[in-house]
């Protein structure tokens, strides 16, 4: 039986020269918040005239950076004044948003963009501390208020936050941030991908308030070798941190845990109960939990579940499970371009429910914080993923912690969802000795993070001895993963529908597998016959044979195939069909449903 023990020892995460972001803080759900949220001044810099002078220096790395800097957001003092910019003057964009889909003339574009918000904020407590909350922004941040750098954070995906306090005004204070949504070959993604570059600050911003020491992070989930026992580890931030009293309390099982801090602010311990009602897709039951010190408290809600392989099977509390999942991609049904929205995330969520699914793969990349809130309080099980996906520079040291420190922080976000159980570290990566490497230390790293989940990714699948004919798995990465996935396309990339009636597979790996996707292209609307590509009957039709494809492969244990909606993607330009649009959704951009969708609805309904 695979399981894991949860050590008590709290787990930091990396640092490094590259990322100058500070430790992320952990459920901003439920602090004390200012939302920064609304239109935000904006200027398009694909020169970076606004960053660098005219010898390309960073004016941010000079000691007077000058008013040419876009971040000093500097004004005219007299007629006479040269100043080649003016915020205040320039047109607006919705944070949270995409600039693609709010300026018709930034469809296309890649490039640097200039945000500035203007606020007054008055802290409750004169002693007390503020930061700057991003959820996210794609893709490298540069951050400055009135004036002063505040710091950089790289990757499209995954929160991060600046203290504050020092530079922070009464009134007039500006924040003023540069994004640069360049595609890079050395980054995570890397230059090639099958989805949309969406630029800008795509989820929401806001301030957060803490006492002078505060609870930074914290970590609490069900013992996977004893379901009587809760595992609890955490750190405060601050400048006294050693011994300091912390207390865990879960009134509805009557406890209450007291700790004392180490000097480097962390705690950790244990408690029991043999009254815990366990989450699960039918019962996804969350206790009200609460964290406090003498200055600061905070609540969460979480779920207690055990998630574990044994041979084949995949056990949700001690009983096997079958995952009836879909893929999706961050798009908003109901509104242009990136979903960022709670109601974004219940659309989409909703719509899984209605498929019969009780698992959704979220694809390439971390999603954000409301799916995962709203999958613990829908019980459906998540799988969440790394942005290493397909190409990537697996030498290159720089490429490994930008994708390490991701992963760091996605995990660190959502270590407390029940929702959440595997840790996928790519998609689609051709197998090569680097990429083992890179890929083998990103799975050591998740072990010792969060013990308490599965690792996956989505590999690819070959032919076995070169039969075209039998399907199998060829990857040294296969050995280190807990569930063996991966994606394969027979009647869409390879051959047609016909042929998923000949396929054999002969996987030998006594672990569970799961069909991270499969599919077809189809526009919604549009009919003709079975053999005819892009109709919704080629794709009912697929659906319909790969599922009995599937069904023969003796540790088949689930499958999220690709993918709930139409998506954009800049691959995908045949005029009529696609137009810009990747069509494999099983229902359209606008959640119609397409054929595919009740096929699989009664797929999952029956099995």
Not at 54 to 83: C, H, M, V, W
Not at 139 to 163: I, M, Q, R, S
Not at 447 to 471: V, Y
Request: hydrophobic share 35%; proline share 3%; aromatic share 14%.
């Amino acid at each position: 039986m695979k399981s894991y023990f949860f050590p008590f020892l709290f787990l930091i995460g990396i640092t490094n020269f590259l990322f100058s972001q500070e430790k992320l803080i952990i459920n901003t759900y439920n602090r004390q918040q200012t939302s920064l949220n609304g239109y935000w001044k904006y200027i398009v810099d694909p020169y970076e005239n606004g960053f660098y002078n005219y010898r390309y220096e960073a004016f941010d790395k000079q000691e007077k950076p000058g008013r040419a800097a876009y971040f000093t957001n500097s004004k005219r003092k007299n007629k006479s004044d040269l100043i080649e910019y003016d915020f205040d003057k320039m047109d607006s964009l919705r944070v949270p948003g995409d600039w693609n889909t709010q300026k018709e003339k930034l469809f296309y574009y890649e490039g640097s963009t200039w945000y500035k918000k203007s606020f007054d904020y008055i802290k409750s407590e004169s002693k007390n501390r503020v930061f700057v909350y991003f959820e996210a922004a794609n893709y490298k941040a540069d951050v400055y208020l009135n004036g002063e750098k505040l710091g950089t954070h790289v990757g499209g995906f995954t929160p991060f936050n600046f203290e504050l306090t020092k530079l922070l005004k009464n009134e007039d204070n500006f924040l003023i941030v540069k994004i640069d949504n360049k595609r890079e070959k050395d980054a995570v993604p890397t230059l090639n991908t099958d989805w949309w570059n969406y630029g800008g600050i795509t989820r929401g911003v806001k301030l957060i308030e803490t006492p002078p020491n505060f609870i930074e992070d914290y970590f609490i989930q069900l013992n996977s070798e004893d379901n009587e026992e809760i595992n609890i580890s955490g750190n405060l931030n601050g400048v006294s941190k050693n011994k300091q009293k912390v207390s865990v309390d879960i009134p509805e099982l009557g406890i209450t845990k007291h700790f004392v801090t180490n000097k480097d602010g962390s705690f950790s311990g244990s408690i029991r109960s043999k009254n815990i009602k366990y989450w699960s897709i039918n019962t996804p039951y969350l206790y009200t939990v609460n964290i406090a010190t003498t200055k600061d408290a905070i609540t969460d809600q979480i779920g207690f579940r055990t998630i574990a392989t044994k041979g084949a099977d995949i056990l949700l509390n001690g009983e096997s499970i079958f995952l009836k999942g879909i893929s999706i991609h961050e798009e908003s049904l109901s509104s242009k371009g990136r979903a960022h929205s709670v109601n974004d995330a219940k659309e989409l969520l909703q719509t899984v429910k209605k498929l019969g699914c009780n698992y959704v793969r979220l694809a390439h990349y971390p999603h954000n914080e409301h799916m995962l809130r709203l999958a613990d309080q829908m019980g459906i099980l998540v799988w969440e993923e790394n942005p290493v996906y397909w190409t990537i520079s697996w030498e290159n040291q720089q490429t490994y912690k930008n994708a390490n420190n991701q992963l760091s922080e996605v995990i660190s976000r959502d270590k407390n969802r029940a929702s959440v159980i595997i840790w996928s570290m790519a998609n689609e990566t051709p197998t090569s000795a680097e990429r083992y490497v890179f890929l083998k230390k990103l799975a050591d790293f998740t072990r010792k993070k969060d013990p308490t989940r599965l690792i996956s990714a989505a590999l690819e699948q070959s032919n076995f001895e070169g039969n075209p004919l039998i399907k199998t798995i060829h990857d040294d990465f296969a050995n280190v993963v807990d569930i063996l996935s991966f994606n394969q396309y027979v009647g869409w990339y390879d051959g047609g529908i016909e042929k998923c009636k000949t396929i054999k597979w002969k996987i030998d790996y006594d672990k569970p597998v799961l069909i991270s996707e499969f599919g077809a292209g189809a526009k919604f609307g549009l009919h003709g016959d079975k053999e005819t590509r892009w109709t919704e009957e080629y794709q009912e039709y697929l659906y319909t044979e790969t599922l009995k494809m599937l069904d023969q492969i003796e540790q088949f244990r689930g499958a999220s195939p690709w993918i709930l909606a139409d998506f954009r993607s800049p691959r995908r330009v045949l005029p009529e069909i696609q137009d810009g649009w990747n069509r494999k959704g099983v229902v359209s951009e606008k959640g119609e449903k397409k054929k595919a969708f009740f096929v699989l609805k009664n797929y999952y309904n029956n099995k």
